[in-house]
């Protein structure tokens, strides 16, 4: 069974850096996309970085210049360095792997900006 594994979450001061992990088991990680989306209290869930198979990223527009999403094949791990955190980033932290039809969630990790 697929697995993915989020980790690094945690209380932060505005301004603060947090890195978030997220450690796949049982897929050909390199052949997926990898994303990393977030869900606020009382709003959708949104995409906040993607990378493709070739390193390619892109950012959700609130998070440009602050967000840096990698990916690391070998470890099967992708990773997503948050610098100047925003109270607004407070949020559940998904992982995600999609691939064709294929698409897994990891079960989250809580990132809460405040002083």
Request: charge should be positive.
């Amino acid at each position: 069974q697929v697995q993915l594994g989020e980790s690094g979450g945690g209380l932060v001061q505005p301004g603060g850096s947090l890195r978030l992990s997220c450690a796949a088991s049982k897929i050909i990680f390199s052949t997926y996309v990898m994303s990393w989306y977030r869900q606020a209290p009382g709003k959708q869930r949104e995409l906040v970085a993607a990378i493709s198979i070739g390193g390619s990223t892109n950012y959700a527009d609130s998070v440009k210049g602050r967000f840096t999403i990698s990916r690391d094949n070998a470890k099967k791990t992708v990773y997503l360095q948050m610098n100047s955190l925003k109270p607004e980033d407070t949020a559940v932290y998904y992982c995600n792997a999609a691939k064709e039809q294929l698409d897994f969630w990891g079960q989250g990790t809580q990132v809460t900006v405040s002083s």
